[in-house]
């Protein structure tokens, strides 16, 4: 019940509805073929090793799939990026790992859910 008042929940059951949506979630990202919709964020180095075309090329390969950016500058020297990228689980897994892996990308996180919910 304290973990219940501290997340903002009214009763059990909006929580109970969340854990239930949240292993759904987590299912369907078993199946390769899914598709989904979320976000990747990294934080990158832009003075390292042509990190930043590096990254355009990737976005630019993969532009059906991903349908907008946000960029940010930390400081003189890193970047936060926000990818909202769209498609077949594999697909999305995909170019977040070619994005990542990137030298120069210090950090990179995807997050993801499926496109709907019934």
Do not use: W
Not at 76 to 87: A, F, K
């Amino acid at each position: 019940d304290k973990l219940i008042r501290k997340k903002g929940y009214g009763s059990r059951s909006e929580a109970i509805r969340d854990l239930i949506r949240d292993e759904t979630v987590k299912q369907i990202l078993e199946n390769e073929n899914e598709p989904v919709i979320g976000t990747l964020t990294i934080v990158y180095d832009h003075d390292a090793s042509n990190v930043t075309n590096k990254l355009l090329d990737v976005q630019h390969r993969h532009h059906k799939n991903i349908s907008s950016t946000m960029h940010l500058h930390l400081d003189e020297h890193n970047c936060l990026e926000v990818l909202v990228v769209s498609g077949k689980v594999k697909d999305v897994q995909s170019i977040a790992d070619s994005i990542t892996s990137i030298k120069g990308v210090k950090h990179g996180k995807l997050t993801v859910t499926k496109k709907g919910f019934d």
